[in-house]
């Protein structure tokens, strides 16, 4: 069972930035290279938001059209993490921050971290 660990949320100002991490491990037939991650994000009272995606060697990536520009997704498959640079923090990035490891049928969630942005 592959199991993710979301770190690195908290409370920044607006215009302040932040890096996220995704810790995963638990990996038995494939490894963490075969899976494709992404973020995404929850806001209080709103419906999960997709913000970011890389493939499994990291060499490409898409976001949603709300953080691009601001937000960079890496990775570092020597170990097993995934990673969400954001910049320019504006409020309505606030919200619980998910990584999502997929492979073919398979995914897999990480119980969140929360992002707070206020002033």
């Known amino acids: 069972q592959v199991h993710l660990v979301e770190s690195g949320g908290g409370v920044v100002q607006p215009g302040g930035s932040l890096t996220l991490s995704c810790a995963a491990s638990?990996?038995?037939?494939?490894?963490?290279?075969?899976?494709?991650m992404n973020w995404y994000r929850q806001a209080p009272g709103r419906q999960r938001e997709f913000v970011a995606a890389?493939?499994?060697?990291?060499?490409?990536?898409i976001y949603g059209d709300s953080v691009k520009g601001r937000f960079t997704i890496s990775r570092d498959n020597a170990k097993n993490e995934m990673y969400l640079k954001m910049n320019s923090l504006k409020f309505e990035d606030r919200g619980v921050y998910y990584c999502?490891?997929?492979?073919?049928?398979?995914?897999?969630w990480g119980q969140g971290t929360q992002v707070t942005v206020s002033s």
């Open positions: 999502n490891a997929v492979r073919g049928y398979r995914g897999y």
């Open positions: 638990g990996f038995t037939d494939f490894t963490f290279s075969d899976y494709a």
């Open positions: 890389i493939t499994r060697a990291g060499d490409n990536s």
